[in-house]
């Protein structure tokens, strides 16, 4: 808000605010700001297995960053991808909710109201959408677990099922695990599936040394995401087909 004001954006009783005025009740205050940033948006097809007038969920393919200072980005690829909200306070260039790594793929939220991204923010941060993965792992594991440890000295839960397991004559065993991460540490189910010996096949960064495998991306996709919609009130549970890859191992 201090950021608004020192650039005009906020007026009092129609003069421009400054930081040192006073407020007695009473006041009309207007907001107002014209986006002058362009962004280059890029033709890059995603598919989107969601959307209405206020949010939408992409499928965000491997091997592409979410968001930042590059051109290549999913976040540029959404004005060619999706409608244009008719809302009264639709934004420009819609906006992603929540992050996925660069090597991971799937099912990704997006705002495309200002009221939406707030709206949706506080939902995340309230924990109240359902996130679940697939991943192929490394080696013997158990039916299922929680793995309940500290990354970057803060508090981070993840639950896994193991879903099917095939031997491997290079790995010794492979499975189809479906996580569900209950906080959101950066990088966390890769770093908690490291941490139980299983980790997640074509991790160059938490792999075990000797078996990494090399030119397929990571084995981690994020397959559904499960919310009250914040305007209309309905469950929606929107699922991200698994990408081939899996579907090479586990038909």
């Given at each position: 808000m201090k950021k608004a004001i020192d650039k005009g954006w906020v007026r009092i009783n129609e003069k421009t605010a400054s930081t040192g005025d006073y407020l007695f009740g009473g006041e009309t205050i207007e907001l107002s700001f014209e986006e002058t940033i362009e962004r280059p948006v890029i033709e890059l097809e995603v598919g989107v297995l969601f959307e209405d007038q206020f949010l939408a969920i992409v499928n965000k393919p491997a091997g592409i960053e979410v968001?930042?200072?590059?051109?290549?980005?999913?976040?540029?690829?959404?004005?060619?991808?999706?409608?244009s909200s008719s809302e009264l306070d639709v934004l420009k260039y819609p906006e992603p909710i929540h992050r996925l790594d660069y090597p991971t793929s799937g099912a990704l939220l997006i705002g495309k109201t200002n009221t939406a991204v707030i709206e949706l923010n506080r939902m995340f941060a309230e924990r109240e959408i359902a996130k679940t993965y697939m991943a192929i792992t490394i080696g013997k594991m158990p039916d299922s677990g929680i793995v309940d440890s500290e990354i970057d000295e803060k508090a981070s839960k993840s639950e896994?099922?193991?879903?099917?397991?095939?031997t491997s004559e290079r790995f010794g065993y492979l499975n189809l695990v479906e996580l569900s991460p209950k906080t959101g540490r950066r990088h966390q189910l890769r770093k908690h599936m490291a941490e139980i010996e299983n980790p997640i096949l074509g991790d160059r960064e938490y792999g075990t040394e000797g078996l990494i495998l090399?030119?397929?991306?990571?084995?981690?996709?994020?397959?559904?995401?499960?919310?009250?919609?914040?305007?209309t009130k309905e469950k929606l549970t929107v699922e991200a087909p698994l990408p081939?890859?899996?579907?090479?191992?586990?038909?």
């Open positions: 968001s930042g200072n590059r051109k290549w980005t999913l976040e540029n690829a959404l004005s060619f991808n999706l409608k896994f099922k193991l879903l099917q397991t095939v090399s030119g397929k991306g990571l084995y981690l996709h994020s397959v559904s995401l499960s919310f009250i919609h914040p305007f081939k890859k899996f579907v090479k191992i586990f038909p």
